[in-house]
Each structure stands twice: as structure tokens, then as C-alpha cells.
């Protein structure tokens, strides 16, 4: 009988401790359900020291030093502005192309976490440039002429070989022209949303090609029109072009 006792004793204190233990459990210990949480594929410069830094949304990337700048390492994948406002997702084609105001997508409108993690999403130039700010506190979007010290730090002709992830898991056609991260830039060919002049809108080039915009107005005289960067498979230099305000690219902001 004694027995008996001792042991429903020892379980209540047990039942007690057990509840406390739960009980004290704070918010703030519990992970976050954003895109953190999710496993990116990325192959980062196992030979770079990366520091990180955290969005407005709570997403963790990231970040390398190239030269005198300090550039994210991985593409951004912001749903909100900075002041916290929602970036609209537009998911419906002929929706986008008629736009004039902020947006974003995914690749192919997935919902896969991990994909977004590896590619981050693809916003339109007037979410670049929304007064509310798309770049995470201390950090902005970058001007083609800072995407052009970058290119000249590291060499016009192979500056996109430096940029590009190594291998070919996400580089699909990599052939002689395969990066060797040797920055740890980390650039993966993310693809875009590109809207045409006769209307059409679809997503393009993923595996192939990627696209990142800057803040720069495009030619004066065609104000529909912004600088964007590229990089691809077949050419180690960085690309880019006066292209639609409307099409979709990824974002790789750089510390102020």
C-alpha cells in the first residue's frame, strides 16, 4: 500500500514538472514558419567565410564580401516591404503584364519552399523601386553602375565565371563555360517572368539563364524600359539589357 503511494506521489510531482516545463515554453522558442525553414540546395565557396543577414520577413541569407562591396549571396525572397506592407503575389499572366504597381512571383508559380529557398522570386522593376523599400534594413538594391564595379573588380571577360555556382546540378548546360564561384557570389540561373512586346507573358530559362534587376532607369527616350543584369551557361561576362519594366527578375541586394 505504501508502495502505492510513493509511486502516484512521484507521478503527480512528474505531471507537475512536465506541465511547467511546457508551460514556460516562450513564443520566441519556437522557429518561425517562413522560408528560413526551408533547405536550399545552393552550392556555396566552401573556401569563403559568410556572414548572414535577416529580412524583414524574418528570411536568413547569406552575405559575401567582394572587393569594397558586400553583396547577398543568395537572391531575395521578400513578401513584404520593409515597412511590413504585403508585396502582392500575381500569379495570372495577362494580371502581370498589365501592371504598374509592385509585384512578385515564383518560377512557374511553385509553391515548393525549397525551390524558393535555391531561387529566391522574381518581382517586377516597380517593386524595386517602391517607396516602402524591398531591401531589408541597411541594405538596397543596386544601381547598374554598382553591378559594373563589381564587373570591373573582377574582370570584364570572366566576371560571370567568378559569379556563377560550380557544377551542373543547377546550371544545366554548364559545358566549357561553368562557373567557378571563386567570389562566392553564388549566381544560379533562376530564370524570369518576361513579358513581350506583343503581350504574351511566361516564365523562361530556368537552368539556363538568370536575370537580377538594378535601380536604374533604362533608355530616356523609352521610359517603359530598366537596366537588368544577366548571366548564362554559354558566356562568362555579365549580360543585360534595357528590358520591360514588367518583367519579372531576381533580386540581390548590396550593403549600404
Known sequence: MKNRTWVSLIMVVMGILIFS????????????????????SSIFNPTKTYDTMTDQEGNVYKTIQIGSQIWMAENLRTTKYRNGEKIPEVTENSTWNNLNTGAYCNYNNTKSNDTI??????????AVIDDRKIAPSGWHVPTYGEWMILENHLGDSVA??????????????????EGDNETGFTALPGGYR??????????FHI?????????TEGDPNNLENAHHITMGYNYNFLGGCNCSKRDGYAVRCVKD
Open 21 to 40: 516545463y511546457y508551460g514556460c515554453v516562450k513564443d520566441n522558442d519556437i522557429p518561425p514558419n517562413n522560408e528560413s525553414d526551408c533547405n536550399t
Open 117 to 126: 529557398c535555391t531561387f529566391g522570386r522574381l518581382y517586377n522593376w516597380s
Open 207 to 215: 537552368g539556363i539563364e538568370g536575370g537580377w534587376w538594378t535601380v
Open 194 to 203: 518576361w513579358v513581350s512586346y506583343a503581350g504574351g507573358t511566361g516564365f
Open 160 to 177: 560571370g565565371k567568378k559569379l556563377k555556382e560550380t557544377g551542373s546540378l543547377h546550371w544545366q548546360y554548364s559545358l566549357n563555360k
